[in-house]
């Protein structure tokens, strides 16, 4: 069944006199449990198109479906319930927050979303047994090595029971071996049933999705 | 987990910088409170001590009513005296409508075996009774003229006793009473039968004012206004004239603290806006993150105004428990630049005040992070997580 649908997205900036192609005439579709690589050099737009999926941003043109649900329709309040509820962020930098314990940071986006789905400590304990890290669950994120705080904000994107998780070169920061450790554990959750669609730069990494999508100067050249 | 946890630790991340901004609010807040105890107090106490002078009003010399104010409260030398007729003038023109008339000639004497300035306060012995009812006396009120009667804080000071002796001005007078505290500037004299203060004055009928209680309080404008029209060169001052007197006087000191605190408000209330706002600028990715995963903007403003919240809370908690913590101590340095100040507590608990300043504390805090929280909200959360 497909859960986005991304049809002639193009996305222009204009930086003073110049304007850059960012994307340009992107479709195509990811269905529920694939986990999907998108890939190409620096400057591809691959990170643009992972924010547009992502609800942080808007084409110029061409449209994005979440659920058949066109997005460019939506106003600002239904794009911040769709990115508490439906979409699961994984970022390069991590971005927890210092002064909160792991725990608290994996629950921060509860608090964003008045937990709907009534997610108690058994699910939230599930998650850290899953990722390895259940016995640093009230350490602070200075505590932890690169590879655990990456772990600690994949938990942070499930902890909503996410449709599809979105991860922007999550493992920029870390060693090969702990690289390989999170992408297997992002494989681990296709496995679930969970969508995942992970932005690299890594060819031996990406070779570990099931779909690759090559970008180059804003178009797809391969899928 | 709630927001305001979360921007309680987030005050945690630069302690020194928010202990120090801390540190501003509570400075603020404990001047504020003393300042307004202080003055709401300082009236409350006042007029407490006036109405125990005694008397409706004061008749004195035509002259200066801050003089006036210092004779009742302070004791202070006035260098006029009132012409020698003027108590039976009054007498007669008050034709017994009055329950106290009395003649005072007040008075400092230096007391060289001391080495200070004793304060002396001559009256008609047979009208204590009437002027200070309140007062409680240990032996008896003078009957002969080489007796004499100790405020509190002399007898205290000097460890007199009933019967014990005291020089004035080389005349050894018998301590026949003893006032017990009073509270008020009338611990610090020595009474003594009138005539015996003329003498030691040598001023034979002199007399400083007179001190009058109608028996009808309702006829006091008329009477007042009649006695100014009849008797020339004296001045009628009421409790209330001097009230007012000293207010005015003790009023431009009140202006000056005020606007100091004023202004430590100011910039308290710029420095909370200051350390808020480079708060956000630091967090700005932390922020985007946040607008990622799912927080909306007024969860963002949220948390950025509850952090301002916090700081002004905690400091104006803490700035009023130390204002009363240390009341003696800033008591005692406001008064020293006061030009008179009455007896009594002046910086005490008032729940209703502390409310005041509370709130008035949380409210700056609050429209103090009402720029930094909005300016949190239009952070862009693609800008800020490319960096």
């Keep these: ?223 | 987990m709630t927001f305001r946890e979360i921007a309680f630790k987030n005050l945690f991340r630069h302690k020194v910088r928010n202990f120090l901004t801390l540190l501003g609010i509570i400075t603020s807040v404990t001047v504020l409170y003393s300042i307004l105890s202080f003055n709401k107090s300082f009236i409350n106490n006042l007029n407490e001590e006036l109405n125990k002078t005694g008397v409706h009003f004061m008749v004195v010399p035509a002259g200066c009513p801050h003089e006036v104010a210092s004779l009742v409260l302070h004791g202070a030398v006035i260098p006029k005296f009132l012409q020698t007729d003027i108590e039976d003038k009054l007498k007669e023109k008050l034709d017994k409508q009055y329950d106290v008339l009395s003649p005072i000639l007040v008075f400092q004497l230096p007391n060289q075996e001391k080495q200070r300035i004793d304060l002396i306060y001559g009256l008609e012995m047979d009208n204590v009774k009437n002027l200070k009812p309140w007062w409680k006396v240990i032996g008896k009120t003078p009957q002969k003229e080489n007796e004499i009667l100790i405020g509190f804080e002399i007898a205290d000071h000097d460890k007199i006793k009933i019967g014990d002796k005291y020089k004035l001005n080389n005349k050894e007078y018998e301590v026949s009473g003893i006032i017990e505290k009073t509270t008020s500037k009338d611990d610090a004299f020595i009474y003594i039968p009138l005539k015996e203060a003329q003498t030691i004055l040598a001023q034979k009928d002199g007399i400083t004012a007179i001190g009058v209680k109608l028996k009808n309080a309702e006829a006091l404008n008329d009477t007042i206004d009649r006695l100014s029209r009849e008797i020339p060169g004296i001045q009628i001052v009421t409790i209330n004239q001097i009230l007012t007197s000293i207010s005015t006087l003790a009023a431009g000191a009140r202006v000056l603290s005020l606007s100091v605190v004023a202004i430590a408000i100011l910039i308290s209330t710029i420095g909370i806006l200051n350390v808020i706002l480079m708060t956000v600028f630091e967090r700005t990715q932390e922020i985007g993150m946040m607008r990622a995963i799912g927080a909306s903007r007024a969860h963002i403003f949220r948390i950025i105004i509850e952090e301002s919240v916090i700081l002004s809370t905690l400091g104006g908690l803490i700035g009023i428990l130390l204002a009363l913590l240390l009341s003696k101590g800033i008591e005692k340095f406001v008064k020293s630049f006061m030009p008179y100040v009455p007896q009594g507590d002046l910086v005490v608990f008032d729940l209703k005040l502390g409310i005041l300043c509370f709130f008035f504390t949380v409210f700056l805090g609050l429209i103090a992070g009402l720029y930094p929280a909005f300016r949190a909200t239009k952070i862009s959360p693609i800008e800020a997580i490319k960096g």
Excluded: W
């Design chain 1, 1 to 223: 069944m497909t859960l986005l649908k991304i049809e002639n997205l193009t996305k222009i900036y204009i930086r003073g006199a110049e304007t850059v192609k960012a994307l340009d005439s992107v479709s195509f579709s990811v269905n529920n449990g694939e986990f999907v690589a998108i890939t190409g050099p620096s400057g591809s737009g691959k990170t643009t198109l992972l924010h547009i999926l992502g609800c942080l941003d808007r084409p110029t043109s061409g449209e994005v479906y979440i659920d058949d649900k066109a997005v460019g329709k939506m106003n600002d309040k239904e794009l911040d319930n769709i990115r508490r509820l439906k979409i699961g962020f994984i970022f390069q930098q991590f971005y927890l927050l210092p002064e909160l314990n792991v725990i608290e940071n994996i629950k921060l986006p509860l608090l964003f979303s008045g937990n709907p789905k009534k997610i108690g400590e058994e699910y939230l304990n599930e998650i850290l047994d899953t990722l390895g890290i259940l016995k640093r669950k009230n350490h602070k994120p200075k505590e932890l090595s690169g590879g655990e705080m990456q772990r600690v904000a994949i938990a942070r994107a499930l902890v909503n029971k996410p449709e599809f998780i979105l991860a922007d070169e999550p493992t920029a920061n870390l060693d090969s071996e702990n690289s390989i450790k999170i992408f297997e554990l992002l494989k681990r959750l296709v496995e679930k049933g969970i969508t995942v669609i992970v932005v690299t730069h890594n060819n031996e990494l990406a070779s570990l999705a099931e779909r690759r999508i090559k970008l180059k100067d804003g178009r797809i050249i391969s899928t």
